[in-house]
């Protein structure tokens, strides 16, 4: 105890000095930037390259330059190579700086030769980070230089924290490597976990990891994207289809390895440093550390039944179509006693096919469903057998269509029906968790009205599994809602790009959306890796009461926010001004030199 007071006298008094020499003692001290006076000069950059064994990328021309004349990278073939490539998750996925959504990079190369095109809105220099030792040097960088530090895998964050110009972005991409364990042992501990796991690279995805698992005939709880990455995923909660079974992502971690702002890289389980373990599952990404390594609990592949179900008007104008929804959405927590998965789309003007190899418009009900531990599609209809016979003897006109199908394993049913949906434009998103409550306490007419107003969805990936899941070291750090919550409403609006008007607009319009849903469950909150930055109290909506014990661990792993992102745990004491970070506490050195006296 006594050596680690003095330890922490020492970094108290070493973050001191450097802090009163950046002038941190001012006003709105800002993070060192491209062209200003503490950015490092070249020679520091090559010895930093040097040191990570020439890791170190200068990204030049962003990706979109290959279609604009005058940048040095023009390429009129690899433009149309790339413009066909710029609605994938992989394209974006597999580049050093780009992501998945253009406004978090401010739109400042898009392959349109028509828009202008820098490199702005990017990082000013990535590390290919395929070790531990990778990420500490990265991370020790920008400490001692004041430089923001970001965090990229995929690029699958709907909140854009894993993107900052001018930044140091650490690239775990290729952090990836897999290892099955009968059972497990975790590091530091005096027992044995006696069930199946695999341990994985920080940056290995989903897709690769449920294809080599189903060869063991394992599967894991991982969103329904391929390329969506272990270290993003987990460290927002991580919802599933398959979470109505199994709880959500993060609650089936069992060990992480991380490297700390300050560092150090440490293995965090229930059995030593648990406060990080805990903050690591559902606390958020890019916040307490660098996820590595991870050991995950596997399953038994499951057999299922699944498919397409939807209970439609024709007439997209017939004045009952809200009410009926409002009825559907009612008895979600009925599918969920019946331990039904999916997703729900609700609708005022869906596109489908008409039967004639065409296409017609829909009002309605739309939605994709899972059960598992079957192989029988009658299992399937007989679930659904009261909902519809209460749609057609209340609305007659009502179309109920049903196209199921067995999988022998859920690999098998992945592989079809993985999320291939495309990317590469400007998107805002909201959410929030509904319980029992939420749908049931309002008649059909009321509740039809809410979702017609949200003009969104609503995700059964809540459920038993979530609600009574027991993860290592007794629970996590995601909002508590999860726990009661039936199911993930999500809303989202596209707008266009270099468009301030449309910017502001969008996020409007995604918090119109959204608050009918928070007025439905005031004691509520929302699913952080798929919400927006402008979210209303976010800090509470995000992590509910578990917020002020993140805020501690925050404070005690990166005293110096060297890892800074929004809407992230403790990053009040800084905001953007244009692309520069900046302090927004004045008394902040006074702070600190009163904390290091009080120590001594």
Not at 335 to 349: I, P, Q, R, T
Not at 508 to 525: F, K, N, S, W, Y
Request: proline residues 6%; negative net charge; glycine residues 10%.
């Amino acid at each position: 105890m006594r050596a680690f007071a003095y330890q922490t006298i020492l970094v108290s008094s070493l973050a001191l000095a450097r802090s009163e020499a950046r002038g941190d003692d001012h006003h709105g001290a800002c993070k060192a930037f491209p062209g200003t006076p503490t950015w490092p000069p070249e020679e520091t950059w090559t010895k930093f390259n040097q040191s990570t064994g020439g890791k170190l990328i200068k990204p030049g021309a962003p990706p979109g330059a290959v279609c604009h004349p005058g940048q040095p990278t023009f390429d009129a073939d690899q433009c149309a190579i790339v413009t066909a490539a710029w609605g994938t998750y992989d394209f974006h996925a597999s580049n050093p700086v780009s992501n998945m959504w253009q406004q978090f990079n401010n739109d400042t190369c898009l392959v349109n030769p028509d828009y202008p095109c820098s490199g702005e809105g990017y990082p000013a220099y990535v590390v290919n980070a395929t070790t531990a030792k990778d990420v500490r040097l990265s991370l020790e960088f920008a400490r001692k230089h004041n430089i923001r530090a970001v965090v990229k895998s995929s690029g699958h964050d709907f909140q854009g924290r894993s993107q900052a110009p001018g930044a140091l972005s650490i690239w775990v991409h290729h952090m990836q490597s897999y290892k099955t364990q009968e059972v497990f042992k975790p590091t530091g501990c005096n027992f044995t976990i006696d069930a199946p796991a695999v341990t994985v690279g920080g940056g290995s995805e989903v897709g690769p990891i449920v294809d080599k698992l189903a060869e063991i005939n394992q599967t894991i709880v991982g969103g329904t994207s391929r390329s969506v990455s272990v270290g993003g995923y987990l460290s927002g909660g991580g919802h599933s289809i398959l979470g109505p079974r199994y709880g959500l992502g993060a609650d089936s971690v069992l060990e992480v390895e991380v490297v700390t702002p300050t560092g150090d890289i440490v293995t965090a389980n229930e059995c030593q440093n648990e406060d990080l373990f805990w903050a690591m599952r559902g606390g958020g990404g890019s916040t307490f550390g660098v996820m590595t390594s991870v050991t995950i609990a596997t399953h038994p592949t499951p057999k299922l039944v699944a498919g397409i179900i939807g209970i439609l008007s024709l007439d997209i104008s017939a004045p009952w179509v809200w009410d009926m929804i409002g009825y559907i959405a009612s008895q979600l927590p009925y599918l969920m006693s019946k331990e039904v998965s999916g997703y729900a789309f609700f609708s005022g003007n869906l596109t489908g096919p008409d039967g004639n190899n065409g296409t017609a418009s829909f009002a309605g009900m739309g939605g994709e469903y899972m059960i598992l531990d079957t192989q029988d599609i009658n299992d399937m209809q007989a679930i659904w057998d009261p909902i519809i016979a209460h749609v057609n003897k209340t609305w007659p006109d009502a179309l109920v269509a049903i196209d199921v199908n067995p999988y022998p394993s859920f690999k098998a049913w992945f592989d079809l029906w993985y999320d291939k949906d495309t990317t590469g434009y400007d998107q805002y998103v909201g959410s929030r968790l509904l319980d029992k409550k939420a749908l049931t306490s309002l008649d059909s007419v009321a509740l039809g009205q809410v979702f017609k107003k949200t003009k969104g969805s609503a995700y059964l990936v809540a459920g038993k599994g979530v609600q009574n899941a027991k993860p290592r070291g007794g629970s996590i750090s995601v909002s508590p809602s999860w726990r009661k919550a039936v199911v993930h409403a999500v809303n989202g609006h596209a707008f266009l790009p270099l468009n301030a008007t449309a910017r502001a607009e969008a996020l409007a319009i995604v918090d119109d959306r959204t608050e009918p849903l928070r007025q439905l469950a005031p004691d509520m909150g929302a699913y952080v890796n798929e919400n927006n930055p402008s979210e209303p109290d976010w800090q509470h909506t995000f992590w509910g009461e578990n917020y002020e014990r993140l805020l501690q661990i925050k404070r005690a792993v990166d005293p110096e926010d060297v890892l800074w992102c929004h809407p992230c745990v403790g990053n009040e004491r800084w905001e953007q001004k244009g692309y520069r970070l900046c302090r927004v506490d004045e008394n902040y050195t006074t702070q600190a030199r009163q904390r290091y006296f009080m120590g001594v």
